[in-house]
Nanobody, 123 residues
Framework: VQLQASGGGLVQAGGSLKLSCARSGNTFSRVGMGWFRQAPGKEREFVAAISWSGDTTYYADSVKGRFTISRDNAKNTVYLQMNSLKPEDTAVYYC?????????????????WGQGTEVTVSS
């Protein structure tokens, strides 16, 4: 399984970005997907997760109401729409495939990781 994340960039506070994560390889597996991020000097943290069906999503409190995770299984792609961005959202964002079909919030429940895409929010 390979994951290719894209869509990062530099944006001013209050702006928006949409991240994409394309999955290739074993695309027949029905697994949940998640986004994590790692800010400079900090540990990687959970951001959002979505089940295989897309019916269930879960967000970190810090992004709830501002970020939306979605997926298009026909395109093997998961998205993260980020609105009302804040400087504290600055980080490298990683997508990952889960070990099962539900949603998961810990790193240990994810099997494959993308290379990350950098998001910088200026004040």
């Amino acid at each position: 399984v390979q994951l290719q994340a894209s869509g990062g960039g530099l944006v001013q506070a209050g702006g928006s970005l949409k991240l994409s994560c394309a999955r290739s390889g074993n695309t027949f597996s029905r697994v949940g997907m998640g986004w994590f991020r790692q800010a400079p000097g900090k540990e990687r943290e959970f951001v959002a997760a979505i089940s295989w069906s897309g019916d269930t999503t879960y967000y970190a409190d810090s992004v709830k109401g501002r970020f939306t995770i979605s997926r298009d299984n026909a395109k093997n792609t998961v998205y993260l729409q980020m609105n009302s961005l804040k400087p504290e959202d600055t980080a490298v964002y990683y997508c990952a495939t889960a070990i099962g079909s539900s949603y998961y919030i810990t790193e240990y429940d994810y099997a494959y990781w993308g290379q990350g895409t950098e998001v910088t929010v200026s004040s």
